[in-house]
């Protein structure tokens, strides 16, 4: 199984900006990642009066929109919890997911002092790194909000078993 963590933290605490940096260090070195965002609100994700919107609109279960550049699927039925969407990351190194603070997943918690008064996963048993613009001892490896690099290197310790095959290097 692919395997999976969860970036989580409190609204505005900059999850969706370490994703942004996450993603590329990791492509560098030679990883696929996906990405599964969490939405607390029903979501479009076509514009109105496009073919695909139409199809939604006429009671489709299933579109999938396929061209040379990729392809997006939107299937109605209830969020499935993330075991279940792992089947559409087989090809993927690494999934990535922004939210999801409820399921038992490796977590990533961040956090901006300026934001908000206390660090959302303080108990967790799952918290494996703390990304803050402040020092605060949680018992897990914190970093900057630009360590990008060192947290990197942890996830890839503790997640990626093996380099990948287009890097050039032997399994770990």
């Known amino acids: 199984m692919t395997p999976m963590i969860s970036v ?3 609204s505005n ?3 969706t900006t370490l994703i942004e940096k996450l993603i590329p260090e990791l492509k560098k070195r030679g990883y696929k990642i996906g990405i599964v965002k969490h939405a607390h609100r029903s979501f479009e994700m076509d514009k109105e009066g496009k073919d695909s919107w139409r199809h939604q609109k006429a009671g489709a279960d299933t579109v999938v929109v396929a061209s040379p550049g990729g392809l997006a699927m939107v299937k109605k039925e209830p969020c499935p919890d993330l075991d279940s969407m792992s089947k559409y990351f087989n090809d993927m190194d690494l999934v990535i997911t922004e939210g999801f603070k409820r399921e038992n997943r ?3 918690e961040v956090f901006r002092s300026s934001q908000h008064k206390e660090p959302l996963c303080l108990d967790r048993d799952d918290l494996f790194a703390f990304v803050s613009d402040i020092d605060m001892d949680l018992h897990v490896p914190a970093f900057g909000l630009d360590d990008i690099e060192k947290l990197t290197d942890l996830i890839e310790t503790k997640f990626l078993y093996r380099k990948p095959e287009h890097a050039g290097s032997e399994g770990k």
Do not use: A, L
């Open 13 to 15: 605490s900059g999850k």
């Open 106 to 108: 490796p977590k990533i």
């Open 8 to 10: 989580v933290g409190k």
